[in-house]
């Protein structure tokens, strides 16, 4: 089978450390091509990470005809320019998250790529990993009874003002680099759209970001999702699902490990148990799985609608923790 080739803007730290390495294993892609807007930094991380050609600029990347697809794992500030020039450039783009930095954005990227016919989605691994698949069939299949609501914490201690994530006009802070997971795993789980939120956040004096954030969000009928997301803290998290028969937690559910299973603790009136899922990479099965869709000539697995939807809960938790109230979505 011919493999699709992919071309990469950015010399990301991110596809370094996460995708690089797994994607070798990939029957469906061949990483072909790395653009900087340093040409000689493209050329090196060419070498390192195995690309056939390295171009010194993104749009030098985007004209060339040999690419069939693009991941953008850019600031999150350059990723509606760049999927608008991939569009232009006839490329499929999957793009890291957030999409964009509000719903606005989101929606008009969207249609963007609508109207041109290109294939656009948004990269949220952990979706794929088996453990969330086998979360979602246990909740769908009422293991804990109706599930009532769930809790996300997830935090990282980074303070290095260089770092894109303490930069307030590239899109950082805690909120759209990791409370977005928070967001889109309630999503998933409870399999709709909240309908308002609350919010609070404490923003880091020197970087002008939100470095603290905790909300709740209201999926009516008394079904609720709270999560804490923080950028300066000790590394962790954790998911914990409630229903009114059980109660399930997921371990490692988003920077979960490729060599190892996944464990789902379960418990219910009948007892306690671990389930084991199988040992996968999230990234590797995201990558295919989009890959799979443009070859196949079928909808991305993650329709981009998912993408404006995600953004309109971020947009209304940010403007709740300036008011100070319950935010519609």
Known sequence: MTRLRMGVLGCSAHYAKRVAVPLRESLLIEPYGVASRDLSK??????????????????????????????????????LEYIKKAADAGKPVLCEKPLTLNALEAREVVDYCTKKGIPLMEAFMYRFHPQWQRARELVQAGEVGQVQTMHTMFCYNNRDPR???????????????????????????????????????????????????SGILDFGE???STFTVGTQLFSMQKVDIYGTGGSMSIEVPFNMYGDVPGRIFVATDVGRRVIETEV?????????????ALIEKIEVPTPPIDAIENMAVLDALARSARSGTWEAV
């Open 222 to 224: 008394g079904r609720r």
């Open 42 to 79: 493209a050329q090196e991380y060419a070498k390192r990470w195995g690309f056939a050609k390295a171009y010194g600029s993104y749009e030098a990347l985007l004209a060339d005809k040999d690419i069939d697809f693009v991941y953008i794992p850019l600031p999150n500030h350059m990723h």
């Open 280 to 292: 996968a990479d999230q990234y590797l099965l995201e990558f295919d799985a989009f890959a799979r």
């Open 163 to 213: 770092n894109i994530r303490n930069i307030a006009e590239y899109g950082g802070g805690a909120l759209l680099d990791i409370g977005c997971y928070a967001v889109s795993s309630a999503r998933f789980l409870m399999g709709a759209q909240p309908i308002r939120v609350v919010a609070q956040l404490l923003e880091d004096p020197d970087f002008k970001t939100d470095i603290l954030v």
